[in-house]
């Protein structure tokens, strides 16, 4: 059973950043495929950013020049580096893993992941 877990959630004013962490347990982490979502209140689940094997990477139109995700396969963890804070960011922000990705490798798609963290909460005030 793969076990991911988020950290690195906070609150910050409009226009500041913040870098989530996920860290992956016991497999190789070179053999699955990452990504970010989140869930605002209210809302339904979207994918935020999303890492193929390869490095490529794939990011939502809503944060595409603000967020960054990497991975260091060495310490097994995934990243989202998140700059020029909005308040529309706020929201839990979840890691998501596969080792089959049904819809690609760096695919947004919810059901493209069947492995989940338990989220880490982001707050942007303006």
């Known amino acids: 059973q793969v076990q991911v877990a988020e950290s690195g959630g906070g609150s910050v004013q409009a226009g500041g950043s913040l870098r989530l962490s996920c860290a992956v347990s016991?497999?190789?982490?070179?053999?699955?495929?990452m990504g970010w979502f989140r869930q605002a209140p209210g809302k339904e689940r979207e994918g935020v950013a999303a890492?193929?094997?390869?490095?490529?990477?794939n990011y939502a139109d809503s944060v595409k020049g603000r967020f960054t995700i990497s991975q260091d396969n060495a310490k097994k963890t995934l990243y989202l580096q998140m700059n020029s804070l909005k308040p529309e960011d706020t929201a839990m922000y979840y890691c998501?893993?596969?080792?089959?990705?049904?819809?690609?490798?760096?695919?947004?798609?919810?059901?493209?992941?069947?492995?989940w963290g338990q989220g880490t909460q982001v707050t942007v005030s303006s």
């Open positions: 998501a893993a596969t080792f089959s990705p049904s819809y690609g490798g760096s695919s947004l798609r919810i059901w493209n992941y069947n492995y």
């Open positions: 016991k497999y190789a982490y070179g053999s699955l495929y």
């Open positions: 890492i193929d094997s390869d490095g490529s990477t």
